[in-house]
């Protein structure tokens, strides 16, 4: 590929919404050996990850995965919201955040009152990136904020932490990344891949490769650092997955550094 993306590597990047609206994504399990496993969602921080449930139109909807970081705020992916059909975002009242669900039970739910997108995010295919993958330098951009109608009572959410330049979890002595989502092939109960590893500003500033395995329907799922005294946080969300470049495991997505400071002027209004 040539622009930005070509400098990523060779490949493409296969966007890892499960949206009923967007071209088949042909993306195979992310491993020869699958290291995610089944997740019950009873415990914090997983009781803050939830499905962001898109509906655009009668047999025209799809999921991505969220976590709740603030009171009423979830973060995610920002082309979970691209309707293909008509080359636009989606509105608000067409997208709901369930918590912590696990088959038919979950932590609460809302429906969305705002969605903030990066700024400069556009998702209409070039002749650089069809449908499907992600354009020339929109991989950075590629996060959203979404404010609830209303909170979600007993959902503690997860702080946001950037971590400039930072390898993990070597960076970090005694913690544990992780990444958990509703990916296409359990989609009504989390998976997890705990263990991995993530590289933040890399390839580029701002951006973040990881070796956690993903499928669709996890994009926007947050990797976490896990930390050995029951602690967690975020340092940045996957969005993509190289296919064709020689790993099939490697992820790609958004440092947290990147939209912190939007994260923070949401939190305070």
Known sequence: MEGRLGRIGR????????????????AA???????????????WPFTAIGRVNVVTGPGHRGHCTGTLVGPRQVLTAAHCFYDARLATMVKPHQVHFVAGQA???????????????????????????????????MLGRDWAIVTLAEPIPGVKPVRVRP???????DAVPGAVVALAGYARDRPYLPSIHRGCSARLD????????????????????????????????I???????????????????????????????ALKE
Not at 208 to 223: H, I, K, M
């Open 11 to 26: 490949g493409s990047l296969i966007l890892l919404a499960a949206l009923a609206v967007s071209a088949p994504l042909a």
């Open 163 to 169: 971590l400039s330049g930072a390898s993990l979890p």
């Open 103 to 137: 088959r038919d039970r979950n932590g609460g739910s809302s429906v969305a009152s705002a969605i903030q997108v990066a700024p400069g995010f556009d998702l209409r295919p070039t002749a650089e990136a069809p449908p499907g993958t992600i354009p020339p330098g």
């Open 29 to 43: 399990p992310p491993g020869p050996t699958d290291r995610r496993v089944p997740l019950e969602p009873t415990s």
């Open 235 to 265: 340092v940045g969300i996957q969005t993509a997955i190289r296919q064709g470049g020689g790993d099939a495991a490697t992820g790609l997505g958004v440092a947290a550094g990147t939209f912190a400071p939007a994260l923070e002027a």
């Open 202 to 233: 890399a390839p580029e500033p701002g951006l973040l490769a990881s070796r956690c395995e993903s499928l669709p329907g996890e994009s926007g799922s947050a990797v976490l650092l896990l930390s050995d005294d029951g602690g967690a946080t």
